[in-house]
Structure formats: structure tokens, C-alpha cells
């Protein structure tokens, strides 16, 4: 097989491979650089290195901590902290995830930009998914497509659920007047989310949720519509008084590493804030 052919059965585009031959990529079998007229045979290794990635003027590195949960050679796993921004936006500015995150490639000297697996709002805290490059950041986009990257998150919510877990299958769209705000409405896309309640006492539900889809605020719009919103989400009825944020945390992601090619599980313990809630109110 030409190192051509492999190389597109790992769906590396021509695009890519175009970028990798004349921008400063390589690509080696056994530790030697070759061309992709290379005939390989059974047993060879192959390693493709990727061309240098130019950041946007506004990803400024920044020594912002980040607490890395896994690292491999394609991935960054990151317990984002709530009241960080993943990045900066027209809404948000400050420090981001993303700044620290490429102070972090700096470091290690790699020269990428960010390239978020997963996003997660300012205020929801847990695990976040980097891909250290273009190409990687393609494999899991298509792993999203075909939902196969399942995550779990947990959060604290109003009133005490009798059921003990529960399906919810409602489209959710914008707010017409707003540019941030979220609905459950009939011409919005389907979002699907699952839960088990954990819990419950004086006045408060502790649930893990299992989001099917990817819906912007998905958890937060679909626990409010059923008369559960979450504990300090301000935004969809809840109450601020005795947390400052809304209190969800992604808790673990499970998906199927398209390079290393084995299951990879990820958890993360839930923070100081819920733990506090939960001795104090439940």
C-alpha cells in the first residue's frame, strides 16, 4: 500500500496532506521522512507531524492554571473551574480556558491553537475535551456527529423530583429578543436528555444527567421546563441565594479514541461548591 492510500483510510484530507507537504509538516515510516509515494509494508510505523498552527490575533497565552485530568499526544482532558470562560466572546471577555491552554502548548512546545472538543458555559465547571490539532479536532467532530462521545454531568435543582428517572424530548430554540437565551419551542431543534434523580430532600433534587444531544444550555432549559431549574441559573427561574452559579458539573466523558483506538473514560470528582450545598441545605 502507497503511504498515500494509508493515510487517506486515516481520513487525513488532501487539504491536509497539501498543508503537511508545504507548510512545514513531515511524515516519517520507522523514523525516516518520506514522501507519499512511499510503498509501506506490514509491520511499518508511520507518523505524520502537522504543519505549525497560526492563533487568531485574540488567543493570547495567558498563565492562567489549568488542571489537566488526561493527556495523550492528540488530546487534552481539562477540569474547568466555574466563572472561567472557555473563550473570550463579544459578551464575555477576560480570562479563558483558552488562553491558558495555549500558555500550556507553549510550554510543551507545541505550536497549535485551541481547538475545544466540548464547550462548556462560563459557569458550569468539569470536564473539558481539547484536541491538540486541526486533524484531531476533525476525528472527534465526526465522534459528535454519530453521538459517540457520551458525557454524564451532575446537578442541583429545584424542587424534589418524584420520578426517579425521566426523558426529555423537547426542541429548544432562541428567545426571539435575545441573542443568548434559550426555549423550548415548536420550530427549535430536537434536543434529548435523560436523568436518574440521586437524591432528594428539603426542597432539592441532586441529578445525573445524560444529554443525548448538544443544544446550547441544553441541561439548563430542560430541567427548567419541567419545573426543576437548576439551584443559582438565575437566568432559567432559579435562585441565586445560596449558590452564585448555576450548579452543574460534568462529571465524565466516555468515547472511543479514534487514534489510540481503545474506550477512554474520564471522571471528575464534583467541586467544593456542591459538596458545601449539599452538607448545608440536604
Known sequence: MLLRAFIGKKRISRKALT????????????????????????????????PPEKRGIEMHPKPIPISILYEDASILAIDKPSGLLTIPSAFHTGDSLAQGVLFYFDQI?????????????KNTSGIMLVA?????????????????????????????????????????GRVAESLITRQVC?????????????????????????????????????????????VGDDLYGGSVEKMNRHALHSTHIQFYHPILEQVINISCAEPTDFQAFIAAYM
Open 132 to 172: 491538540k490539532h486541526r486533524y484531531i479536532h476533525h476525528l472527534f467532530s465526526c465522534l459528535q456527529k454519530i453521538h459517540a462521545i457520551q458525557r454524564i454531568y451532575i446537578a442541583i435543582v429545584h424542587g424534589e423530583i418524584s420520578e426517579k428517572q425521566g426523558v426529555i424530548d423537547a426542541p429548544i
Open 186 to 230: 415548536p420550530n427549535g431543534q430536537r434536543a434529548l436528555t435523560e436523568y436518574q434523580v440521586l437524591f432528594c430532600q428539603n426542597g432539592y433534587s441532586v441529578v445525573k444527567v445524560f444529554p443525548k444531544t448538544g443544544r446550547t444550555h441544553q441541561i439548563r432549559v430542560h430541567m427548567a421546563s419541567i419545573g426543576h431549574p437548576l
Open 109 to 121: 512546545g507545541l505550536e497549535s491553537t485551541f481547538h475545544a472538543i466540548n464547550r462548556l458555559d
Open 19 to 50: 498543508d503537511i507537504k508545504f507548510h512545514g509538516g513531515k511524515l516519517y515510516v520507522n523514523g525516516i521522512e518520506k514522501n507519499v509515494r512511499t510503498i509501506l509494508q506490514t509491520g511499518d510505523q508511520v507518523t505524520v507531524v502537522f
